[in-house]
């Protein structure tokens, strides 16, 4: 199974609320339950996808969730969610009590056996203490929370070159991770196109939100003891190694 299948089939299971028979554990039984936090573009979502493909981890980002309900027939939706898909196209967040019951109707998710990178959420204070709660009533602990580092500069030049498949939701780069024949997806033959959300303006947006919002996170979970600063500098493998190494990953017994 190819990394970017691997992301197809989480979203699936995610938007299904329900878990799927995927990849066997792939870390020796041991499970890892991690959140992700880093400005918009920092690379959150392709670390999150290495992190699925190669460790076996449930890949679970609520920004996909979002994204994909806005391709699904409008009577499909629940209010709540036609609401959110206009807050995420202005590169607003969506309000907490929407993404909060989101996560918990899909909280069987959590209990993939080999464990799982929670890409998007929380993001703000409120959302950290219902998840808080949620893991409590599930009886689940947190590994860490990742928090990736990078200058302005590289994640504006990240954020200008994505391209996302319009099918399949895989993630590429024109400069750095191009896809093998100009504006076609590798894995599944879709167009490529450019995420609304990557226009100048709701860039400009989204790190005003993050700046406001979600980089009060970092202390939240600093003062509990479970953040974990990584650099997010170098190339996808740069970063997946250095994840690894910080982190304390080891796969089936060996460091990653
Ligand atoms: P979401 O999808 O979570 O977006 P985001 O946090 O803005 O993060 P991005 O997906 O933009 O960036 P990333 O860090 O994952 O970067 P990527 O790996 O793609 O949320 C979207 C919206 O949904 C929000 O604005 C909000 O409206 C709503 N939402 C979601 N969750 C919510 C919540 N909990 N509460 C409220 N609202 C919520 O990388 C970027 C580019 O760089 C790619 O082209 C990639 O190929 C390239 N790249 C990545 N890593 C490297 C590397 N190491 N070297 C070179 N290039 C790289």
Not at 65 to 90: H, N, V
Request: proline letters at 6%; glycine letters at 8%; a positive charge.
């Amino acid at each position: 199974m190819t990394t970017r299948n691997t992301k197809q089939a989480w979203l699936d299971a995610w938007l299904q609320a329900k878990p799927i028979d995927l990849n066997a554990c792939k870390c020796g039984g041991r499970a890892y339950r991690f959140v992700l936090l880093g400005a918009p573009g920092v690379g959150k979502g392709t670390v999150a996808q290495m992190m699925a493909e190669r460790l076996g981890l449930a890949h679970l980002a609520t920004g996909d969730i979002f994204r994909a309900a806005k391709s699904l027939p409008a009577a499909s939706l629940s209010p709540a969610l036609q609401e959110a898909i206009g807050y995420m196209q202005r590169g607003e967040l969506v309000p907490d009590q929407t993404v909060i019951d989101l996560v918990r109707e899909r909280r069987a998710c959590l209990h993939w056996p080999a464990g799982f990178v929670l890409d998007g959420f929380p993001r703000t204070v409120p959302q950290a203490e219902a998840f808080e709660q949620l893991m409590r009533a599930e009886n689940l602990a947190l590994d860490g929370v990742l928090n990736f580092e990078l200058p302005i500069e590289t994640i504006v030049a990240r954020l200008g070159g994505r391209r996302t498949c319009s099918k399949c939701k895989a993630v590429y780069h024109v400069v750095n991770m191009p896809p093998k024949v100009d504006g076609i997806c590798d894995n599944c033959g879709g167009p490529l196109i450019i995420r609304e959300d990557d226009r100048p303006d709701a860039i400009r947006v989204r790190m005003d939100v993050y700046q406001k919002s979600t980089a009060p996170l970092i202390e939240y979970y600093r003062s509990r003891n479970m953040l974990i600063t990584i650099s997010a500098e170098g190339t996808p493998d740069d970063v997946f190694a250095r994840t690894c190494k910080t982190a304390g990953i080891r796969c089936g017994g060996n460091p990653c």
